[in-house]
């Protein structure tokens, strides 16, 4: 079992940053894929991004293509996202994930992934 407890969290005004931080434990390991999606208020959950343990690659949703980062220690068994430039449109409750055998074509699809955190709100102003 995982689990999974993200923070960082806040409001901000548009154009500012932010940094989210989900921190893991449990049955993790370097086979484990972890990801950021979010839910804003009536609308369906969509990816953010997604970082797998090996490889070095990076999967991200086009619309946070340029502005978001998602990095991990896996030292700290911890992953983040750096959001910059920050929009109205992405005030949303962001929830970590975990998942085993996580592969690139289903990096971003939230049936991928087995855990998920209590989530972190992220309102943006304008």
């Known amino acids: 079992h995982v689990q999974l407890v993200e923070s960082g969290g806040g409001s901000v005004q548009a154009g500012g940053s932010l940094r989210l931080s989900c921190a893991a434990s449990?049955?993790?390991?370097?086979?484990?894929?972890l990801a950021w999606f979010r839910r804003a208020p009536g609308k369906e959950r969509e990816a953010v991004a997604a970082?797998?343990?090996?490889?070095?690659?990076?999967y991200y949703a086009d619309f946070v293509k340029g502005r978001f980062t998602i990095s991990r220690d896996i030292a700290k068994n911890a992953v983040y996202l750096q959001m910059n430039s920050l929009k109205p449109d992405d005030t949303a409750m962001y929830y970590c994930?975990?998942?085993?055998?996580?592969?690139?074509?289903?990096?971003?699809?939230?049936?991928?992934?087995?855990?998920w955190g209590q989530g972190t709100q992220v309102t943006v102003s304008s």
């Open positions: 994930a975990a998942g085993l055998g996580v592969q690139s074509w289903n990096a971003l699809l939230a049936n991928s992934y087995n855990y």
């Open positions: 449990g049955s993790t390991d370097r086979s484990t894929c």
């Open positions: 970082i797998p343990t090996r490889g070095g690659f990076t």
